[in-house]
């Protein structure tokens, strides 16, 4: 598909989402859809993503971040927050986002090698946690020429990617359970799509610094441990453009919301020209998940067949979860389809 065609899918998508953010109860994926507003609003040219972003995150200015709590409600609005400062110039954006990384670095639970662990006392290591820390802290890191906070960000998906890639396939396990030494049952789709997008994005925030100087080994590792990943996502793709949501069971139901993360890292991994990288069927296989998804959005602008909350589990419970829509879903649809267009101009 190309940009013009892409297009009205997003502006249906960008509408909806504006309405259903400001309207619907909270949601723990609403920040993912709020960056991804803020991304739709760029691309379109069009004000009114924006000012629903903004209407949604403004309240929380007034209140400050939570901090406690479920990581996953307050850890996703640093990324919304600073992209919004991009988009706004406003210093209270990126002080929120300040504020949200800074818990990060001093009040999460850790693993003796730095791992953020989202549920304490539990010594465990999810694979989304990666996308969110990483990419805000690298952010932040380097709107505040803060070197040492840019390598953190690094450090933490490395870390991350220690704990949990599978060594015969590249691909991550959803969880791996440090104390006993072994991880979850099953390759999840959608939590292999969090980290390629985290890594991805990353590595376009350190931008032409990437290959240089104090980055450089560790960049190096990145990108080879996504473009392995990334090979390996590219071969299991069916040929709807859709993944399985255990990625390597065919057996297992198609599903929306991962197609949307691997578009929108496929999509970065190109673009930065990653090393590693198999590009022809990369780039294949990256036009055949624009194109699914954009099948995905109804005409009313829902974004569909995504996998609804995933804990870990047996392959059972994986293929039991509900499909339907939800605002990660459609944030990553938006940001992938953001992402195509930026891509063609």
Same mark, same amino acid.
Not at 39 to 51: G, V
Not at 139 to 151: I, Y
């Given at each position: 598909? #190309?940009?013009?065609?892409?297009?009205?899918?997003?502006?249906?998508?960008?509408?909806?989402?504006?309405?259903?953010? %400001?309207?619907?109860?909270?949601?723990?994926? $609403? *920040?993912?859809?709020?960056?991804?507003?803020?991304? *739709?609003?760029?691309?379109?040219?069009?004000?009114?993503?924006?000012?629903?972003?903004?209407?949604?995150?403004?309240?929380?200015?007034?209140?400050?971040?939570?901090?406690?709590? +479920?990581?996953?409600?307050?850890?996703?609005?640093?990324?919304?927050?600073?992209?919004?400062?991009?988009?706004?110039?406003?210093?209270?954006?990126? #002080?929120?986002?300040?504020?949200?990384?800074?818990?990060?670095?001093?009040?999460?639970? /850790?693993?003796?090698?730095?791992?953020?662990?989202?549920?304490?006392?539990?010594?465990?290591? +999810?694979?989304? !946690?990666?996308?969110?820390? *990483?990419?805000?802290?690298?952010?932040?890191?380097?709107?505040?020429?803060?070197?040492?906070?840019?390598?953190?960000?690094?450090?933490?998906?490395?870390?991350?990617? /220690?704990?949990?890639? &599978? %060594?015969?396939?590249?691909?991550? +396990?959803?969880?791996?359970?440090?104390?006993?030494?072994?991880?979850?049952?099953?390759?999840?789709?959608?939590? #292999?799509?969090?980290?390629?997008?985290?890594?991805?994005? @990353?590595?376009? !925030?350190?931008?032409?610094?990437?290959?240089?100087? /104090?980055?450089?080994?560790?960049?190096?590792?990145?990108?080879?441990?996504?473009?392995?990943?990334? #090979?390996?996502?590219?071969?299991?793709?069916?040929?709807?453009?859709?993944?399985?949501?255990?990625? $390597?069971?065919?057996?297992?139901?198609?599903?929306?919301?991962?197609?949307?993360?691997?578009? %929108? *890292?496929?999509?970065?991994?190109?673009? =930065?020209?990653?090393?590693?990288?198999?590009?022809?069927?990369?780039?294949?296989?990256?036009?055949?998940?624009?194109?699914?998804?954009?099948?995905?959005? &109804?005409? /009313?602008? $829902?974004? !569909?067949?995504?996998?609804?909350?995933?804990?870990?589990?047996?392959?059972?419970? =994986?293929?039991?979860?509900? @499909?339907?829509?939800?605002?990660?879903?459609?944030?990553?649809?938006?940001?992938?389809?953001?992402?195509?267009?930026?891509?063609?101009?």
């Amino acid at each position: 598909m #190309n940009a013009r065609e892409v297009r009205p899918v997003l502006e249906r998508l960008a509408t909806r989402s504006g309405g259903e953010l %400001l309207a619907k109860e909270p949601h723990w994926g $609403d *920040a993912i859809l709020c960056d991804a507003l803020v991304q *739709a609003s760029a691309i379109l040219d069009s004000d009114a993503p924006l000012q629903a972003a903004i209407g949604w995150f403004e309240p929380r200015l007034s209140r400050g971040p939570t901090l406690t709590g +479920w990581f996953w409600f307050w850890a996703a609005e640093a990324l919304a927050a600073v992209d919004l400062h991009l988009a706004t110039r406003r210093a209270d954006f990126l #002080n929120y986002a300040r504020e949200v990384v800074g818990a990060f670095e001093t009040t999460t639970t /850790r693993t003796a090698d730095g791992a953020v662990v989202p549920h304490p006392p539990a010594l465990e290591v +999810w694979v989304d !946690v990666a996308y969110f820390t *990483a990419p805000a802290m690298a952010t932040v890191g380097r709107l505040l020429k803060d070197d040492d906070l840019v390598e953190r960000a690094l450090d933490q998906l490395l870390v991350h990617h /220690r704990y949990l890639a &599978d %060594l015969h396939s590249g691909l991550c +396990w959803h969880v791996a359970y440090v104390d006993k030494g072994t991880h979850s049952q099953c390759l999840w789709a959608r939590g #292999n799509s969090w980290f390629a997008v985290a890594a991805a994005q @990353v590595i376009g !925030v350190l931008g032409s610094q990437s290959g240089e100087g /104090r980055f450089r080994p560790k960049v190096a590792s990145l990108e080879a441990a996504v473009a392995r990943q990334l #090979n390996a996502v590219v071969e299991l793709q069916d040929e709807s453009g859709l993944w399985h949501t255990v990625i $390597d069971r065919k057996d297992s139901y198609l599903e929306s919301s991962a197609a949307a993360g691997f578009a %929108l *890292a496929l999509g970065r991994a190109l673009a =930065y020209r990653i090393e590693g990288m198999h590009r022809e069927s990369a780039g294949a296989a990256y036009e055949r998940a624009i194109a699914a998804i954009c099948g995905k959005v &109804d005409e /009313r602008g $829902d974004f !569909v067949g995504v996998s609804q909350q995933t804990p870990p589990g047996d392959f059972a419970f =994986y293929n039991s979860i509900k @499909v339907g829509t939800a605002p990660f879903g459609a944030g990553l649809c938006m940001m992938a389809l953001s992402e195509q267009i930026r891509r063609s101009r």
